[in-house]
């Protein structure tokens, strides 16, 4: 089992910058990548950004590409989403994942609110 846990949400205004983090503990050599999703009221969860845990390749979603920046540290087996010029579109819960290899994202933290006033 790998556990996950969200930190640095909170509200901001319109052009702010927020950097969310993600602890995991547990069985941490399993883990294969890393991803943050996000989800906003009435909608569907989606993916924001994701990394290779061993690697360091990195991947985004269109919307997060040249305004969030994700990374690691191997060594406090932390993940984080730095998030720059935000927009009231923004605004959602934020979800931190992990996956094995050849496995789906199993494992879920509970999630962190981001508010992003205009």
């Known amino acids: 089992q790998v556990q996950l846990v969200e930190s640095g949400g909170g509200l901001v205004q319109a052009g702010g910058s927020l950097e969310l983090s993600c602890a995991a503990s547990g069985r941490t050599f399993s883990i294969f990548l890393m991803g943050w999703f996000r989800q906003a009221p009435g909608k569907e969860r989606e993916f924001v950004a994701g990394i290779n845990w061993r690697g360091g390749a990195t991947s985004y979603s269109d919307f997060a590409k040249g305004r969030f920046t994700i990374s690691r540290d191997g060594a406090e087996n932390t993940v984080s989403l730095q998030m720059n010029s935000l927009n009231p579109e923004d605004t959602a819960v934020y979800y931190c994942?992990?996956?094995?290899?050849?496995?789906?994202?199993?494992?879920w933290g509970q999630g962190t609110q981001v508010t992003v006033s205009s």
């Open positions: 994942a992990a996956s094995r290899l050849g496995s789906g994202f199993d494992y």
